[in-house]
């Protein structure tokens, strides 16, 4: 447990929230697959806790979305469904677009120079093929164009929205094929908001998660093709 708390960064908080965290980065980065067991004794011997903190863990987990409790099987990681998926997509779908608009009335040169400066961010972590640091890049991008609208609703609204989303986010991300693309969709938003085009930065965020959704959809299709095989 010691060499466990040590290692993690959230040493200060509760250890029923240590475990959380831990298990919930797992499972939004793919390291806990979707369907996969979880385990109480196999998670309390791996993190070298007891079994409370791990139950407790996962029942905040269920309430995230992240685990569903089977009937005589327990607790498993949540699969990644097109209509979960739909459900998330099209709430942050129409909430993005809503933040582009309101950034290009509000944002401030300050936070237009960060937003240019974390376009480039981004596409240096393209350029490393580190699938976390691109991930890390996307989300700071996206979280000063949140910031610039001054709504602290819809922030609050985004920020509630955005745990769900990052594992959606995660997948897409680890497509290679998609990068460029994502790349040059940052650029017309950035370009959009320094413009001041509302029109143009509402529907560049709204493409940018089509995108996201059609490749995804992809995705979950084929894995369920190579199931059936």
Known sequence: MRDFLQSNSDALLPLRDVVFNTLRQEILTGELKPGERLMEIHLANKLGVSRTPIREAIHMLELEGLVTMIPRRGAEVAQITEKSMNDVLEVRRALDALCAELACKRITEEELVRLGQACDSFEKAVATGDVNEIAKADVA?????????????????????????????????????????????????????????????????????????????????????????
């Open 141 to 229: 991008l996206h979280d000063i164009i949140v910031q610039a609208t001054g709504n602290r609703r819809l922030i609050s609204l985004v920020n509630n929205l955005s745990e769900q989303m990052y594992r959606y986010r995660y997948e897409y991300i680890k497509d290679t094929n998609q990068h460029e693309t994502l790349i040059a969709e940052h650029r017309i938003i950035y370009a959009s908001i320094c413009n001041k085009d509302v029109v143009t930065a509402a529907e560049a965020a709204r493409t940018h998660i089509d995108n996201q959704k059609n490749a995804i959809i992809r995705r979950i299709r084929l894995d369920v093709t190579n199931t059936k095989k």
